[in-house]
Nanobody, 125 residues
Framework: QVQLVESGGGLVQAGGSLRLSCAASGRIFSTLAMGWFRQTPGKEREFVAGINWSGGIRYHADSVKGRFSISRDNAKSTVSLQMNSLKADDTALYYC??????????????????WGQGTQVTVSS
């Protein structure tokens, strides 16, 4: 299993930017597919972006496509989510996740083995 710690959340005005980071430890990071999910109270956790082990395959949810970008640095065992043009609807608790079952990133929470504690993103309108 891998341990994940997110950072970079905070309060930002609509139209602004934030960069989330997730540091991994405990397993060979470069073999893992990684994902970012988000959740608001009373709603299911939803897929935001995913990236495969090499960074060559990236998926983004339609709601964030063109505004968010996922990337990874295997040498530093980190995955990042650059968020631009933020909207009030992006307000959520953002989670980093690691999956070892599939080489390609999954949009399904059940395909991820390890989760971070989450970092809060609040966008004021």
């Amino acid at each position: 299993q891998v341990q994940l710690v997110e950072s970079g959340g905070g309060l930002v005005q609509a139209g602004g930017s934030l960069r989330l980071s997730c540091a991994a430890s405990g397993r060979i990071f470069s073999t893992l597919a990684m994902g970012w999910f988000r959740q608001t109270p009373g709603k299911e956790r939803e897929f935001v972006a995913g990236i495969n082990w090499s960074g060559g395959i990236r998926y983004h949810a339609d709601s964030v496509k063109g505004r968010f970008s996922i990337s990874r640095d295997n040498a530093k065992s980190t995955v990042s989510l650059q968020m631009n043009s933020l909207k009030a609807d992006d307000t959520a608790l953002y989670y980093c996740a690691a999956g070892s079952r599939y080489s390609s990133p999954s949009r399904n929470t059940r395909d991820y083995d390890s989760w971070g504690q989450g970092t809060q993103v609040t966008v004021s309108s």
